[in-house]
T-cell receptor
């Protein structure tokens, strides 16, 4: 079946460090891929998305590229800030269905 | 941006009681609402999809008589956990979407942490 696997946390980095959170997926066809972020005490928010192979989603300095050949959608940011501390969820869905399949989430903590 | 309010944020109750969780879309009409469940350190798992005015569609393995969903208006859906037991303790999250088109984004509530003693 369809699934999303992302690196386990917690991930702890110093401010201005480079961030990578790995995400791979198992799916048939061509799903859309997403990264959601959940800040402390808040709901999930869509961070970025990509709808087809080789697309790059970007937002707030974060980027992720839809890699069909490696079935990956790794999240990257060149210089993290304390305010980026949150839980990040990789997810997929199909345009013909409403279900979103989430990864288990990765908790990111940034030290000043 | 679109806001979805979920209430209560946390509830602790005794085994055998029923618990109702509300999900409201505050600034848009939610044709479709979703209920998810998240166990510690695990993924959000879709429990059911509800469309306003019709019966909810439950995912495989989710007991519809245990988890009652009502989507009576375009701004409110409720999840009632009936005769709750400790194994029902979890984090429940709702989301809402403005239209039937799955390309519309889902807006999430802040979640409800349910603890059954």
């Amino acid at each position: 079946g369809n699934s999303v696997t992302q690196m386990e946390g917690p991930v702890t980095l110093s401010e201005e460090a480079f961030l990578t959170i790995n995400c791979t997926y198992t799916a048939t066809g061509y799903p859309s891929l997403f990264w959601y972020v959940q800040y402390p005490g808040e709901g999930l928010q869509l961070l970025l998305k990509a709808t087809k192979a080789d697309d790059k989603g970007s937002n707030k300095g974060f980027e992720a590229t839809y890699r069909k050949e490696t079935t990956s959608f790794h999240l990257e940011k060149g210089s993290v800030q304390v305010s980026d501390s949150a839980v990040y969820f990789c997810a997929l869905s199909y345009s013909s269905a409403s279900k979103i399949i989430f990864g288990s989430g990765t908790r990111l903590s940034i030290r000043p | 941006g679109a806001v979805v309010s979920q209430h209560p944020s946390r509830v602790i109750c005794k085994s055998g009681t029923s618990v109702k969780i509300e999900c409201r879309s505050l600034d848009f009409q939610a044709t479709t609402m979703f209920w998810y469940r998240q166990f510690p350190k695990q993924s959000l798992m879709l429990m059911a999809t509800s469309n306003e005015g019709s019966k909810a569609t439950y995912e495989q393995g989710v007991e519809k008589d245990k988890f009652l969903i009502n989507h009576a208006s375009l701004t409110l859906s409720t999840l009632t956990v009936t005769s709750a037991h400790p194994e029902d303790s979890s984090f429940y999250i709702c989301s809402a979407r403005a239209g039937q088109n799955s390309n519309q984004p889902q807006h999430f509530g802040d979640g409800t942490r349910l603890s059954i003693l």
